[in-house]
């Protein structure tokens, strides 16, 4: 077996180096989670056994498996994640004044972008001959946690908060994992797993702590490199929660640049709820930070993110900011994202939309400019947020009546386009 690709386990603060072969999920330099971990890697190796053409054509995460920190011998847990569509979104394009692609990556198997670092995560553990995983979770990972536990074999132990989109936690029971509904925060529910994974020994997939689900995240880096090679966009979008997914995206784009896979990166925008903004806080250095998460969109509200500072590195690395956005305007973002292009966003999925809004108000991005959001989530996940965001249903009587006072009464003729096709159809 073999994971030489893989030189070290780097810690970001004191820069003391672990073996990346043992199980440690922070740095012990440091008190709490602060001392988060680094992958880095021997690219020689790497470039060795890449041997996939960069032909704009990805089936899964798993046509990078050169770039992954699994070991050679182990087969991938895998239900082909990653591999998303980016689409093309002239409407919304138009009424934003950006030359917009979205990026789809709601069409994971579970429905959400946590997929590509749980498919890393549980082949580690499986192959480590771990018997049980275990993270905390508002609903996404949780889903993403289970789902892939049960293709693996695993059994799945979740902690959530209590007030977690029942939607959502009905998805890992689903898959047979147990859901644990923690008295309190998200917070609460993260510091409690951590308490478990120390005295239980299970394996946590917490993509805040655990180095490598940053590197199943940056895959998405990487397919967008391979996406857009020749026409670099000039901004990538992205909401942010612990921190580590915009870090993971920075970090795939630009090893293919420095690499030489294509010849430029882009700017990161990364939004958050102001309702839940610590890590656009510490980017723009404020000092009343505050760490009490209060927004509809669940999959980022985070109060206490463990990754702001490789989230802050991703944004001042590419040239890029952070922007924080009411939830209103994530709300109207839901409807607007689908209302134009067809794409159904949970409030968090489409907070993009909402930040590339507000960064052509304040001049941030430019009339013309290219620009590819990236929804983390399917709309199925909240549709407590995205009824909220479009009100109740129209009820009506089962009467044409009903219609016509609703919509008036048809035009004269209406009906003729359709009448004439019938008698074409009859011959």
């Known amino acids: 077996m073999s994971l030489d690709h893989v030189e070290t386990l780097e810690c970001t603060l004191c820069g003391a180096t672990y073996d990346p072969e043992r199980v440690i999920y922070t740095c012990p330099n440091h008190d709490g989670v602060t001392g988060i971990l680094d992958v880095t890697y021997d690219y020689d190796v790497i470039q060795d056994r890449f041997d996939a053409p960069l032909d704009g054509h990805v089936d899964s995460q798993w046509k990078y498996d050169a770039f992954l920190p699994v070991d050679t011998d182990a087969t991938p847990v895998t239900l082909d994640e990653g591999g998303t569509d980016l689409l093309d979104a002239p409407r919304l394009g138009a009424e934003l004044g950006v030359d917009l692609a979205v990026k789809n990556d709601g069409a994971n198997p579970t429905g959400c972008f946590k997929d590509r670092a749980t498919s890393v995560a549980v082949t580690k553990a499986r192959f480590g001959g771990q018997d049980v995983v275990t993270c ?62 120390d005295t239980y020994g ?60 294509v010849d430029d990166t882009p700017r990161m925008l990364g ?56 939830d209103e305007d994530i709300l109207s973002a839901v409807t607007t994202l689908g209302g134009t292009e067809g794409i159904y966003a949970e409030p968090a999925g489409a907070a993009p939309v909402a930040g590339i809004r507000r960064a052509r108000e304040e001049g941030i991005i430019e009339a013309g400019e290219s620009v590819v959001a990236v929804v983390t989530g399917m709309g199925l996940k909240d549709t407590a947020g995205a009824n909220e965001a479009v009100g109740d249903v129209t009820g009506i009587a089962p009467s044409l009546d009903a219609v016509e006072a609703t919509y008036g009464a048809p035009e004269p003729g209406a009906t003729d386009g359709a009448a004439a096709a019938y008698t074409d159809l009859d011959g």
Request: with cysteine; hydrophobic share 45%.
């Open 136 to 197: 905390a979770s508002t609903g996404n990972a949780a889903a993403s946690l289970a789902g892939y536990a049960a293709r693996a074999g695993l059994d799945a132990r979740i902690f959530v908060p209590a007030a977690a989109p029942e939607g959502k936690l009905v998805q890992p029971r689903v898959y047979g994992a147990d859901v644990l509904a923690v008295d309190g925060s998200y917070d609460e529910a993260y510091d409690l797993s951590l308490e478990v994974t």
């Open 202 to 261: 299970w394996y946590n997939r917490n993509a805040a702590i655990n180095p490598f689900q940053i590197e199943g995240k940056r895959t998405v880096g990487h397919e967008l490199a391979e996406q857009t090679q020749g026409a670099v966009p000039d901004w990538i979008v992205f909401s942010m929660g612990d921190g580590c997914t915009i870090a993971g995206c920075w970090k795939g784009f630009r090893e293919f640049a420095e690499l030489g896979y």
């Open 271 to 326: 939004v958050q709820s102001a309702g839940a903004s610590a890590i656009h806080d510490a980017f723009h250095g404020h000092d009343d930070v505050d760490d009490v998460a209060d927004t509809l969109a669940d999959a980022i509200a985070v109060g206490r993110p463990r990754n702001t500072l490789k989230a802050c590195r991703a944004l001042e690395e590419s040239g890029g900011t952070a922007l924080a956005v009411p």
